[in-house]
């Protein structure tokens, strides 16, 4: 018996975070007796007038949202980092009691006034509107004396609990660097300190000759499932230029960024022909005022469902307290996104 | 305005892994229209024919389970894990593409016959049963050659992916070093290297004389909610003795380790009066052969629950892409679970 990455369980490894997963490509044939989700399907009006996103209504706070008619961004009115925050700071016990202020502020970012719309209903220049909103607030928010980190993400869906189905994301902007930037930093750097190149374009560039895990490309970006990846569909879009932040991106390069995001969710919603639900976000260089040529953006795709539209990957038990681990590998993963059509499966059937 | 952690945004540094935790204190306050639980408080039967952990019945791949009395454990038979793999290994592009294989077993232990408890509704005898047979596994399957960590662990319910809810739990016995507790390894050595004590006991000796965040102590060990707590409700079981493994306990311990356990999961139950999900496991020295005089060992409890039975954490967007995040301190949780009797709901109402 030979050893071969399709039957046999293994361990990738993952040099962008330098961590390790576990792979069982046998275990997806267990049968599954356990929680399903539910999946609300309901046809949402183009304007709901309970919706604190929706243009003109108000928020529970008082505020008023403006008539938009592209995208909107607005502070979070429970936001998780407050500007206004005393400096303090604790390290007892010999190092064991740890502490120390942050200061941030989150932000609300509306894809579009549809209420009934996602990223893979809307057209590609209602989602360009989109990139230059991130490229705005990633610009105007890392300016601030303080601000060293700006994390851009989207939860979709309920089962990633999000509360509100209106199209929109947010933006966690704060004075450290959080850990997963952090450590993706840090192994970039090393990289690019040894090979003169960034981690990313030499990793893409074999990618793309090998083509097993790639399930999108266009001039600019390339979509993949990445050889370590941990969630069942888990992606990732990457520039082909070595491009350490948004504002890096020219006018072109933006379009295509917007085309590969809107594609890819189109497919990823024409897997189980449900709304796809994931958590998405983008990894960039931090705002320190450093250059870090050593960063090569990308934005990931961790989506939650496995087998069905209603039975996700549970990363409970084994997987908080050991490894992650997941139970198909990439490549078949990429295989089932890379065949779906390019065509929206609710537009098809009109 | 002074700084305070009751009140202000700030991280806390967890001197196990290394990593800092983003806390939010302000943020309990928001209001929550998300996606909820469902809570299935059925009453279930003694013994259930469909159960495949209940004694006498035929599992799925034909085996019958014994007419067991106390525990009872067997080899998973969808195990994610195999022991019959291969050798093999990758390192291609630079490094950029490796894995290697994996070769390991997954176990099942019942931890009772009665289909219809759960732990804290278990007498300590009962447990204490669990307990032994822990050891028992980490013993047989820690001597086998190639079995260098042994992970003990339960999902409880099902919003920890839990798809049966005969009470029990998993062992998944590795090659490799997980990840987890490969962090707590590292940092748990370079503390004992220069304190020559563990982390733990000099961390534990100090909860115990601030009580803060203590929510239940007997002779031997005590709960706590860590300091650099992720999960709302997150504590922590430790000896107070250092002691690396479980087969280091002494009798008298192993008594005390099962009363913990059925102590802190009665107050669990008792803070929302369900039946409280978890994931929870032990981490100790791995079975490498080495002696790990740094390893204390401890078990984590990582429960979803914020801020009712059916309102739960979602660990999404920021905490997936950026940083682990908690939305009250660890010194309120601490509270709520102290505060909490030592009698169980249910038995209560009887
Ligand atoms: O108990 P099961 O069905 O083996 O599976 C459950 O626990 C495992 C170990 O934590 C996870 O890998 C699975 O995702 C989860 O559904
Ligand atoms: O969108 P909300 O309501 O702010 O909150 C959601 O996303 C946040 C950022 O990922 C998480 O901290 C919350 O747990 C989640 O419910």
Known sequence: MEFNFEDHPHRRYNPLTNEWVQ??????????????EKIEEEKRPEHDPSCYLCAGNTRINGEVNPQYTDTYSFQNDFAALLEDVPTGEMNDGNGLFRAKSER???????????????????????????????????????????????????NKGSVMGCSN??????????ESIPQEPAKKQENQK???????????????????KQQTRVVYENEHFVAIVPFWAVWPFETMIVPKRAVSRITDLTEEEKDAFADAYRSLTIKYDNIFEVSFPYSAGIHQAPTDGEDHPEWHMHMCFYPPLLRSATVK??????????????????????????????????????
């Open 23 to 36: 792979v069982s490509p046998h275990r997806a044939k267990r049968p599954w007796q356990g929680q399903v």
């Open 190 to 208: 090393a990289y690019y300190d040894k090979n003169g190149t960034t981690l990313l374009s030499d990793y893409i560039a074999q990618e793309i």
């Open 104 to 154: 941030g502020l989150c932000k609300v970012i509306c894809f579009s006034p549809r209420h009934d719309l996602t990223i893979p209903e809307m057209e590609t220049e209602g989602i360009r509107k989109v990139v230059d909103l991130w490229t705005k607030e990633y610009t105007e928010l890392g300016a601030r004396d303080y601000i060293n980190h700006v994390q851009i993400f989207e």
């Open 313 to 350: 990957k549970f990363m409970v038990g084994y997987e908080m307290l050991a490894n992650a681990q997941r139970d198909i590998t990439a490549e078949t993963a990429a295989a089932r996104i890379r065949e779906q059509s390019l065509v929206h499966y609710k537009s098809a059937v009109l």
């Open 165 to 174: 189905p209106h199209p929109h994301g947010q933006i966690w902007a704060q």
